[in-house]
């Protein structure tokens, strides 16, 4: 349940899908207020062949990012983008313009919202929005 003190709840996961035959990384934003839900996604990345197959077999990136690199935690730091981009984007960067792409369906005029959808809370990221932009994560 959305703890009462917060105006908005953010969920964020991570996905995957083959376009044009390259595996490409993206993260999939979904942002509720207690009665309407809205999604939106990150920009895509294309994962280096081997690895693509490799998430594409259902092998998490995080994990696998550790093994191929030798690093640890990269999902919790730069995560693969940072690493493929040589950290000129990181995971937090990337995930920025879906945020602001899935609050604009609240406070744009020009949105409707659809409230038929679900909100996946198994396996993701999520950090609670105040009404004063003070953030706090989980």
Known sequence: HLDEKF????AIEGGVERIYGKVM???VVC???RIKKAF?????FPLPKKVGEEVMKRKELGPLMDTLTGMKG??????????????????AQLYVPAVIL?????F???????????????????????????YDYE
């Open 108 to 134: 744009s005029p020009f949105n409707k919202m659809d409230d038929s959808s679900n909100v996946s809370t198994t396996n993701h990221d999520t950090f609670l929005i105040k009404s004063n932009n003070r």
């Open 7 to 10: 105006d908005f709840f953010c």
């Open 102 to 106: 899935a609050l604009s369906c609240f």
């Open 74 to 91: 990269m999902k919790r730091g730069q995560g693969a983008v940072g690493f493929f981009t040589n950290g000129k984007i990181t995971r």
């Open 25 to 27: 990384c993206f993260g």
């Open 40 to 44: 939106a996604l990150s920009p895509a």
């Open 31 to 33: 942002i509720s207020n």
